[in-house]
């Protein structure tokens, strides 16, 4: 561990939210390509000969199901259907091995899908490079618009220019109705346009009062809204029904069906089909529901929060534990308490590895996406701490230090995933689960679990707002502290610099 200063303003502004993991801690740190050092003091940690005979991943592991140059494997899928461990293991170890279809040639849909989902929330960024004049419009580009403006809505951000794209967008749509190609039913529900209406109509007032181009909208989205209503009838309002079928049979969450009998809800879903995605399909900012779908796509092979290793490739999941920025650009300090097959001890090796990180909504951390799992991209990891907890017996404590690589997409530009359709496809993928638990557990054991994750999430919002206040405490500190060093050293005057000059 690096040594800290916890006394005086600076040293709380330079290291406060590092110091929050770092002070205190008696452990074993893995420093990068160095032997295992500890901090002065008395210590509980257990020592690196234990970690050795802990840790289930190490350089012998790296060479499983494959020969040669152990980070080669690019183009190799994330896992096979025979793994090498069972799902109770605390690191999984992944063959490298493709994925065949049934005439011996390698699978390549998954990793199409993979890298539609990639360029799709790169593209909503610029919703401007849609063609509205090639009438009819493709369902894709077509829900990239509308993931758009839907964002822009919800941040209460729209430009002027994409107001006037917005109501070219409607006037044509409203055109073409009377037209012999009119909207179908399919195109709506692709698309998510009824999304988009909705989210105009739900507009306030006294916002519209002041924006008279968005108010044109507003009623050109009314007049669309009625007319589809009165066309398609029940069919528009069971719009929701058709997208939940799809969503099951060929969307984000097919080839996922709940287990038999299951005692934890979090892992109450079984894989009936895996499609393995390839190693370089995977990008920042892929979007998953929940871990049975990274299973599904051969990403990780196991329900639990557990490190996945494979040649070349190690995948950890951060679901739980707390998160905080470092103290350098691109670093990241992790926290974790719990039994010691939760925490990660696959990682407890020389520092240096580098390890793709998948964040979940249920992490403390800002960086953390507001629904499901997100791939935020490659990290070293630079140390690892270990410690054993007074609170509760068999209780250890986890602190590693990560390090985002370089000229990736950085996390601080993921934080619109999951967009607006992804946060539908969320809503479905909840009701799913509620009827799902009800029907195997009863409404009582769902209203339980259902008030423990409001009561996480309540929890993860506290731990958030405590997070800003104590950051905005910091920059007010070095503020104070850059003003009192203005006062007190004044910057020398243009007189005292020349007799200096002169004497010298």
Known sequence: ?????????????????????????????????????????????????????????????????????????????MRTNSPTTSEESDATI?????????????????????????AGWRAAADWTTVPLDDYPWPSQPLMILTNSVRQELKLVRIQDKDLGRLEKLLHITLAHEDSSHPTTISLISDSRFDKLLEALLRLDGQVLEHAPRLAESVSLAASLQLKWQLKFREDYFDLDLMRLKKFKDEGA?????????????????????????LNADLEPGMWWLNLACLRRDGIINSSREIVTIRPGVIILPLLSGTEYPGREPRTYIYKKEGQVRSLHVALMAPGGRKVKVFRGHTLKSKFAPAAGIRYDGEYTVETYGFQKEEKGHGIYSITVRLKAVQHQTAVNELHLIPNPSQLDDWELYNRVLADEIISHKGASRYYQWKFAQEQEEKARKHFLANEASFSRLVRNMRRYKAERLRVVSPPPSSETGGQRGERS
Do not use: Y
């Open 1 to 77: 561990m690096e040594a800290t200063d916890a006394g005086g303003i600076g040293a709380i502004a330079s290291s406060h939210q590092e110091e929050r993991m770092v002070l205190g801690l008696q452990s074993v740190t893995l420093e990068n390509g160095s032997s295992s050092s500890r901090d002065d003091g008395p210590t509980n940690s257990m020592d690196v000969a234990n970690s050795n005979s802990t840790k289930t991943g190490n350089s012998d592991d790296m060479q499983v199901g494959t020969e040669g140059d152990t980070h080669s494997g690019e183009s190799t899928p």
């Open 94 to 118: 992944v063959p490298a091995q493709q994925q065949a279809s049934a005439d011996g040639a390698t699978d390549p849909s998954a990793g199409i899908a993979a890298r539609r989902t990639a």
């Open 253 to 277: 969450f097919r080839a996922i069906v709940p287990k038999g009998r299951f005692r934890e809800i979090s892992r109450m879903w079984s894989v009936t089909n895996t499609t393995p995605i």
